[in-house]
C-alpha cells in the first residue's frame, strides 16, 4: 500500500483561508486524527467534488460507510441502505436518503463518536 504523505503546513495555509469556524475546528482535529481528510476539506470549495444520488447509488454497496468530502445534490434516487457522512448536502437530498432508509450524518457529529473515522472509505 502506498504511504501518503501530507504536508500539515500546507493544511494550515488553506486553513487560514476558510471563514467557517466550524469547518476550522474540524480541520484542526482531523489534521492530528485523519490528515487525509483534513486535507481534502482544506481544499478550496472550487475544487471540491459533489456527487448526485445516482452516482453514489452506482459506486456503493448495500451496508457501505462512506464519507463524501464535497456537496450531496439530490439529483436521482438511492436504493441502496448505506450510511453517508459529508460536511453538506441540500434539504431534498436529506429527505431522498431517508426515505431510501439510508443515514446521513454530518461530518461534524460522526467526530464525537468516531474520531478517527475507522471503516469508512472515502470517495473522491
Known sequence: MKKIVISKTKIENRMRQKANPLLINVIVQ???ENPAIAKILATPRKKKSVFNLTQ????????DKVFVPGKILSSGVLTK???????????KAIEKIKEAKAE???LADELKSNKDLKGVRILQ
Open 30 to 32: 482531523l489534521k492530528k
Open 56 to 63: 453514489l447509488d452506482k459506486m456503493l454497496k448495500e451496508g
Open 81 to 91: 441502505k448505506v450510511k453517508i457522512i459529508s460536511w453538506d448536502a441540500s434539504e
Open 104 to 106: 446521513f450524518i454530518y
